[in-house]
T-cell receptor, first 111, second 115 residues
Framework: KQEVTQIPAALSVPEGENLVLNCSFT??????LQWFRQDPGKGLTSLLL?????REQTSGRLNASLDKSSGRSTLYIAASQPGDSATYLC??????????FGKGTKLTVNP | DTGVSQNPRHKITKRGQNVTFRCDPISEHNRLYWYRQTLGQGPEFLTYFQNEAQLEKSRLLSDRFSAERPKGSFSTLEIQRTEQGDSAMYLC?????????????FGSGTQLSVL
């Protein structure tokens, strides 16, 4: 059974800092890994999708890496801004269509 | 296209009542998903449709839950004889076929409170 763990559960940083969010998964037989952002009381916004054959994906100030063999992914956020404050969720899709989510990392960027 | 639309945004009901939620996916997406999320947790998979066919169902989905996607367009999720443990955010998502536009796009969710 696939399990996804995200560390830390919460993170508070000053504006402008670069930061890394971590995600680990127990079954390396994945099809893809996705990072999402969720604002309070809202749905999820897809940030980055990494196929199992890829090592990283970049979008603007965001960079996600994937090390399938070790069951790890990181989300790097450069030059953080208060608007980046949200919960960031990592999810993996295996052979079925089911995305398995971690519990998320709640990020607060202080002005 | 305005994205995935879910109605209603909020639903308050009494225990034992039936409720139905609606999801309108992005029009060109053939894959549709329902998830459930409780406070402090990540979303949990409930069910998946490819076009009109329901191809996967979680064991979380008891016989009180039923989902449909007639004609492969909008989808409904019905909960019969609601229980307090059904209180959660119900999220719908859609995506394109595998190999093409696989990112999941989520709606804003329906927040269900069972009193």
């Amino acid at each position: 059974k696939q399990e996804v763990t995200q560390i830390p559960a919460a993170l508070s940083v000053p504006e402008g800092e670069n930061l890394v969010l971590n995600c680990s998964f127990t079954d390396s037989a994945i099809y893809n890994l996705q990072w999402f952002r969720q604002d309070p009381g809202k749905g999820l916004t897809s940030l980055l999708l990494i196929q199992s054959s890829q090592r990283e994906q970049t979008s603007g100030r965001l960079n996600a890496s994937l090390d399938k063999s070790s069951g790890r992914s990181t989300l790097y956020i450069a030059a953080s801004q208060p608007g980046d404050s949200a919960t960031y969720l990592c999810a993996v899709m295996g052979g079925s269509e089911k995305l398995v989510f971690g519990k998320g990392t709640k990020l607060t960027v202080n002005p | 296209d305005t994205g995935v639309s879910q109605n209603p945004r909020h639903k308050i009901t009494k225990r034992g009542q039936n409720v139905t939620f609606r999801c309108d996916p992005i029009s060109e997406h053939n894959r549709l998903y329902w998830y459930r999320q409780t406070l402090g947790q990540g979303p949990e998979f409930l069910t998946y449709f490819q076009n009109e066919a329901q191809l996967e169902k979680s064991r979380l989905l008891s016989d009180r839950f039923s989902a449909e996607r007639p004609k492969g367009s909008f989808s409904t999720l019905e909960i019969q004889r609601t229980e307090q443990g059904d209180s959660a955010m119900y999220l719908c998502a859609s995506s394109g076929p595998r190999g093409d536009n696989e990112k999941l796009f989520f709606g804003s969710g329906t927040q269900l409170s069972v009193l």
